[in-house]
């Protein structure tokens, strides 16, 4: 049962030669000293001390994990590392970077760039990057990428079991794909492994003499899913057609997106204004102790009922599913980070977007504007944007747990 505090009534004090007269015939012995409970005290202490002493000293700081989904070198069941290593043993030289200007500056005629969703660039920068290349594979349904490349729209949610159904030689040995993603064409471009409507889950166009594919490929890839279907099939049939393959992994490192500082209040109010507020507040703390009422002891006291706090989240959570309001859930999203993110950073708990941002950029070293986009940025359309959100944050919040807690190291 839930109990309350409560202030209780101050009790008068009696006189002290009733309490003399209560306690009885006082002793002239003195107390002895309890000298040994003090001295193991600060021994344990001491012993504390040292073992953490000694501890740290096998623990070191590792840099934080920015890693996503359908990571080259990551054998979690999210990784991609099957299929670069499925890749390599065709004959195919497969590199991972994490620079743009170095993808950018390796590829060549005889080279694939294999990229996901590049959400830590500009649309400059990644238009940019997408054309330093002669073939493509984009292994992401981001919305913005075919916005970009004008490849298609985005079907209703949901997939299905698909077969290739078109003429590319490479694809007619791949057989059947669980589809988690579906597009429709835009006019003059291939859509490969149809449903009965008619929209595709593999895109294929050529640019500017650039081929460029794109596919879902975030579980259709992965290692847990890899050995699948015709999953593996699809997956060389698209990376290893050429005799290099460079594997672009986007990162905060990496970023190009810059966020302007806007005008604060502080910065528009003139400099006499804060110490005066301070003033004030010290003397009204001064005043409260001054006139404050004196409270006695906290009672404890029954409350009728009990109320637990899971109910009122779950209810809202229902609420928030059955409207499919994704920018309002992404918006509780992204409050609920910016909470957690400003306790771990020791911020206070009225911490705003902009001051989470700045120590979250300062402990990863990342630039503050690919943090700003994050944290603050436009609210989610549909509810794909919503779970890539949900995605970005987590990996977010785990760069963090990451950089303040520090790890063992293994040698």
Not at 255 to 283: C, F, H, R
Request: hydrophobic share 45%; net charge negative.
């Amino acid at each position: 049962m839930t109990s309350l505090l409560v202030p209780a009534t101050p009790q008068r004090e009696r006189p002290e030669t009733d309490d003399a007269a209560d306690r009885g015939p006082s002793s002239t012995a003195a107390p002895r000293p309890r000298r040994l409970g003090k001295v193991l005290g600060w021994v344990f202490v001491a012993a504390l001390l040292l073992g953490v002493s000694l501890l740290s000293l096998r623990f070191v700081a590792t840099q934080p994990d920015l890693t996503g989904a359908l990571h080259p070198d990551s054998v979690a069941p999210a990784g991609g590392k099957a299929l670069a290593e499925l890749t390599r043993q065709q004959g195919v030289e497969v590199s991972v970077t994490g620079s743009r200007a170095e993808a950018a500056a390796g590829v060549d005629d005889d080279t694939t760039l294999v990229l996901t969703d590049p959400f830590t660039l500009t649309d400059a920068a990644a238009e940019g990057l997408v054309g330093s290349a002669d073939r493509v594979v984009l292994l992401t349904s981001s919305s913005r990428m075919l916005r970009l490349l004008d490849l298609g729209d985005p079907a209703d949610p949901g997939g299905g079991r698909v077969e290739a159904g078109c003429t590319v030689s490479e694809f007619a040995r791949v057989g059947t794909i669980e589809a988690d993603r579906l597009f429709r064409p835009d006019a003059g471009v291939d859509g490969c492994f149809r449903d009965g409507s008619g929209d595709a889950a593999v895109l294929r166009a050529e640019r500017d003499g650039r081929l460029v594919t794109l596919v879902e490929g975030s579980r259709l890839f992965s290692n847990a899913a890899l050995a699948e279907d015709g999953n593996a099939a699809l997956g060389l049939a698209l990376l290893a057609q050429t005799d290099r393959v460079i594997w672009y992994v986007p990162s905060f490192q990496d970023s190009d997106i810059t966020g302007q500082q806007e005008d604060t209040l502080g910065s528009l109010t003139p400099e006499w204004v804060t110490p005066a507020i301070l003033l004030l507040m010290l003397a009204g703390i001064a005043a409260a102790c001054w006139r404050g009422r004196r409270f006695g002891p906290l009672v404890a006291e029954s409350l009728p009922v009990t109320v637990r706090a899971s109910e009122t989240m779950q209810g809202r959570a229902r609420l928030t599913a059955k409207a499919a309001d994704a920018a309002h859930a992404g918006a509780a999203i992204r409050e609920g980070t910016v909470s957690r993110l400003s306790r771990r950073l020791g911020l206070s708990v009225r911490a705003g977007v902009r001051e989470v941002a700045d120590a979250a950029s300062d402990r990863l070293r990342v630039p503050r504007g690919s943090l700003y986009e994050l944290l603050g940025g436009p609210p989610p359309a549909t509810d794909r944007d919503l779970v890539d959100l949900a995605r970005k944050l987590a990996e977010l919040e785990a760069a963090v747990e990451n950089a303040v807690h520090i790890e063992r190291n293994v040698p």
